[in-house]
């Protein structure tokens, strides 16, 4: 994915997050805060090292009189001493040469350094003690003394406006007890260290319970957030849409690919940050304490940038293919599921499971072909960091020998470098991250690029209250400009009318109670109510004026009462249970378990098909809409059950306009106008007995509906010879 599309990306995702400013504030302080402890961390370790068990003293530090202990008298007494220098020890081992110990005694004097240091270079010139080696740390100067005199090395401290340090090795001429710093100072300071450690610890992890409270709140809000618009989005979206698409592959992109936005804004972004704040303090650090091995750590950029470019342009097309994949499985299961009665009554099980095996296969060799990238790429980073970290430890431990460097600032050093690099590993491992979280968010806006087909326009009104007289002037309908459904279809229903749409399978009679409802809007003509282009008004009040009852009855997991109430959801039990007792229901309703409340399992599995409808009338009966569509409500049943649902639709139609999509034509006998469709016009319209004297098309059907039972007992009776002489 190109930078652009990705900056994109980011500044459509931006809006999500707005609301989150104030957690998001204080997750990034409470991020820079862990970075700043971050960087105090490896000092503990430095002080134990080197002031603690190495009793160097702190820059400027001045001990208390009864903190000096006396200074041993077996210290070369003809040793150059500048004249302004003070014992404040302490005098403790420094080291073993060749089996014999070498102590360390500490001076100080408030002249400065350079002065100090000018002095000494022309005393040990003239003494018998000339230095063997002189090294120069930036802050210090260390002179190798030949140890063959006891002396073995001396080293000068200085810092602007502090007390210049000396500090004297020396082989004793006797086995003494270590002096050393007090051993009071030295628990003290021991104490001390730990502490720190343990507070450092405790803080660090108090801040980072904080941030995680705060990235869990940020970031669930925000795919909350876009998870619930796209789902809006998605509901909003015209049939074609959907009826073009998997229904997985919506799933997939509503529950997966929204974590998009906290994946890249807080999983990418803020890491990004961090990371970045982290290398630059601490390579700052280790500049200070050694430039060399700071550009030595350095030099393992380059190589992290280039293996972040060489894989990111082939993760990014990997990942969109294991993400169509999954949502294939998705899709899989959905479609499985939701027709589980189908599968298991065509003992399709192994067929179905044959299909979930394959689907998953290529998902595997999707996911592992990309995993094995991912880690190959994670490899590639650790082998750089680790080349990186090899050249460090040896120019470290060089400058050690050299004296450059203290065995604690090597520590902090070491320290550093697994924070610097574990930095520059988590910039260059979001990387694939982030091209993961953009595919899913490119994903996420294709939904939201797309246009309904049927919106509001702008400025549209609400559909006033209508009485129902409907008109269709020269409406013509075509999915995607192909083949037209309907062409050039006219007709007009008074309210109160009952109108009938009979024509073979395809003929488009469901296409053209659609446009009713707004399902779709015509490519061509106009569709009124009272006199309204539906197109000017609000697609909302136009369908909230149309009820509706499906042969295939459409219902909820879930209780009685809430199906019943879908259309309106404020309604009152008693409006609830009035509306079935219209409806034929409320008999059978109150045999159930727990009455209203009882839950009628998936799609109403545990109610019976004439039970299902008459929920469905109900909730018609309720939602009391001034237009009524009906397809064919009371097929496919036993004749007590559609006796039932005849009824209680003959009293749903009453008083109004209603549309009937008709398959068995002798419920249409008091229908006031019939209209048959064929190839998308309106081959024959009329009453029943209209149409019946005609002789046309509506006749041939009703003549096929009426002697399919007369040719069937036909059939029957010539079988029962054959059967007899079985």
């Given amino acids: 994915m190109n930078r652009p599309e990705a900056l994109h990306l980011f500044r459509r995702l931006l809006p999500y997050a707005r609301p989150h400013a104030r957690a998001l504030v204080l997750l ?395 930095p520059l590993s988590t910039i260059s491992g979001t990387f694939p991250v982030i091209q993961d979280a953009l595919v899913s968010a490119r994903r996420v806006f294709e939904v939201f690029d797309t246009v309904p087909e049927v919106r509001d326009r702008p400025g549209a009104l609400p559909l006033p209250p209508v009485r129902g007289h409907v008109r269709f002037e020269g409406v013509s309908f075509s999915y995607d400009n192909a083949q037209p459904v309907l062409q050039d279809v006219s007709f007009e229903v008074l309210p109160g009318q009952t109108i009938g749409i009979v024509g073979l399978s395809g003929a488009g009679k469901t296409t053209l109670v659609s446009l009713i409802t707004r399902l779709y809007d015509p490519t061509a003509g106009r569709v009124l109510i009272d006199g309204y282009d539906l197109r000017e008004v609000q697609v909302r009040s136009v369908r909230e004026q149309v009820g509706l009852v499906l042969q295939e009855t459409v219902l909820f997991s879930g209780r009685v009462a809430e199906n019943i109430a879908y259309g309106r959801p404020d309604a009152t039990l008693e409006e609830i249970a009035e509306a079935a007792r219209q409806a034929n229901a409320h008999d059978f309703i109150m045999r159930l378990p727990d009455g209203y409340q009882s839950d009628i399992g998936q799609d109403g599995v545990k109610l019976s098909g004439g039970q299902r409808q008459r929920v469905a009338i109900a909730r018609a009966f309720l939602k009391n809409a001034p237009i009524l569509i009906l397809d064919e409500p009371a097929s496919a049943m036993d004749a007590e059950a559609e006796a039932a649902v005849m009824e209680a639709t003959a009293r749903l139609m009453h008083g109004r306009t209603t549309f009937i999509v008709a398959h068995r034509l002798s419920t249409l006998r008091q229908a006031d106008q019939i209209l048959v469709i064929e190839d998308g016009h309106i081959a024959e319209r009329g009453t029943h007995a209209e149409l019946l004297a005609r002789g046309g098309l509506y006749a041939r059907l009703h003549t096929l509906q009426t002697e399919a039972p007369r040719d069937g007992d036909a059939q029957a009776s010539s079988l029962q010879p054959e059967e007899a002489k079985r």
């Avoid at 090395?153 to 710093?181: H, K, R």
């Fill in 28 to 422: 990034l302080s409470a991020n820079i805060l862990m970075v700043l402890l971050g960087l105090a961390q490896p000092w503990p370790m430095k002080v134990l090292v080197d002031n603690v068990i190495g009793g160097r003293p702190f820059p400027g530090e001045i001990y208390l009189p009864w903190d000096i202990p006396p200074m041993r008298k077996d210290f070369p007494a003809d040793f150059p001493l500048y004249p302004n220098l003070t014992y404040v020890g302490p005098q403790q081992l420094a080291g073993w040469i060749n089996g014999s110990r070498f102590d360390r005694l500490w001076f100080k004097t408030m002249d400065a350094g350079p002065t100090l240091l000018h002095w000494y270079e022309e005393a040990l010139a003239a003494s018998p003690y000339p230095p063997s080696a002189v090294i120069d740390t930036g802050w210090s100067k260390r002179y190798r003394l030949d140890p063959t005199t006891r002396l073995v090395e001396m080293e000068i401290f200085w810092a602007t406006g502090q007390p210049t340090v000396v500090g004297i090795d020396y082989i004793p001429t006797f086995e003494a007890p270590d002096i050393g710093v007090p051993m009071i100072r030295r628990i003290w300071l021991l104490t001390a260290v730990a502490v720190a450690t343990l507070l450092l610890f405790a803080l660090k992890g108090l801040l980072s319970l904080a941030a995680t409270y705060l990235n869990l709140e940020a970031g669930q809000g925000m795919v909350l957030r876009l998870r619930s618009d796209l789902f809006n989005h998605l509901q909003r979206l015209s049939l074609p849409f959907h009826d073009s698409r998997p229904v997985g592959d919506s799933i997939y992109r509503v529950t997966a690919d929204t974590y998009s936005i906290q994946t890249l804004l807080l999983g990418s972004l803020f890491p990004l940050l961090t990371s970045s704040l982290t290398l630059v303090g601490m390579f700052a650090i280790l500049w200070r304490l050694d430039w060399p091995l700071a550009l030595l750590a350095l030099l393992v950029a380059p190589f992290l940038y280039s293996s972040v470019r060489y894989y990111a342009a082939r993760l990014a097309p990997r990942s969109e293919e294991v993400k169509y994949l999954e949502s294939g499985v998705v899709s899989l299961v959905q479609r499985v599921l939701s027709a589980i009665r189908l599968v298991q009554t065509f003992a399709r099980e192994d067929r179905e499971q044959e299909h979930f095996v394959r689907q998953n296969r290529e998902v595997v060799r999707a996911r592992t072909s990309l995993t094995m990238q991912q880690t190959s790429f994670h490899l590639v980073v650790d082998a750089v960091t680790v080349a990186g970290t090899a050249a460090v430890i040896w120019l470290g431990g060089y400058h050690v020998l050299q004296g450059r460097l203290s065995l604690g600032g090597l520590m902090v050093a070491l320290g550093y470098l697994g924070a610097v690099y574990g």
